[in-house]
């Protein structure tokens, strides 16, 4: 069975950057995933963050991220990665990576569409 664990998160001040990773184990590759990242704060519902496809090569924001964050993937070392830069006190959360298989390439914003979840990492940051 697949396993996925986060790592990286941290304090940090506003303007800052963090680097977080997700590696996958359980399978010979995680070539074959769809991987994701979410959030959630206390009370709130886990949102999207942002996804990537099977092999890297497509990529989606949430609007409250894009031009800060990016997400990529390194599949011989069973990794992917989310690179926080210019953060802001709103980022503050606790971070989810998500996994599952699909023979598509479609890029999948909902956390109904994941199988597979990080225990999460706490990112915070602060004015």
């Known amino acids: 069975q697949v396993q996925l664990v986060e790592s990286g998160g941290g304090l940090e001040r506003a303007g800052g950057s963090l680097r977080l990773s997700c590696a996958v184990s359980?399978?010979?590759?995680?070539?074959?995933?769809?991987m994701a990242w979410f959030r959630q704060a206390p009370g709130k519902e886990r949102e999207f963050v942002s996804a990537?496809?099977?092999?890297?090569?497509?990529?989606d924001y949430a609007d409250s991220v894009k031009g800060r964050f990016t997400i990529f993937r390194d599949n011989s070392k069973n990794t992917m990665y989310l690179q926080m830069n210019r953060l802001e006190p709103e980022d503050t959360d606790v971070y989810y990576c998500?996994?599952?298989?699909?023979?598509?390439?479609?890029?999948?914003?909902?956390?109904?569409?994941?199988?597979?979840w990080g225990q999460g990492t706490q990112v915070t940051a602060t004015p």
């Open positions: 990537i496809s099977q092999a890297g090569g497509s990529t």
């Open positions: 998500a996994a599952d298989r699909y023979l598509d390439l479609v890029l999948r914003i909902s956390k109904e569409d994941y199988r597979e």
């Open positions: 359980g399978v010979p590759s995680s070539s074959t995933y769809a």
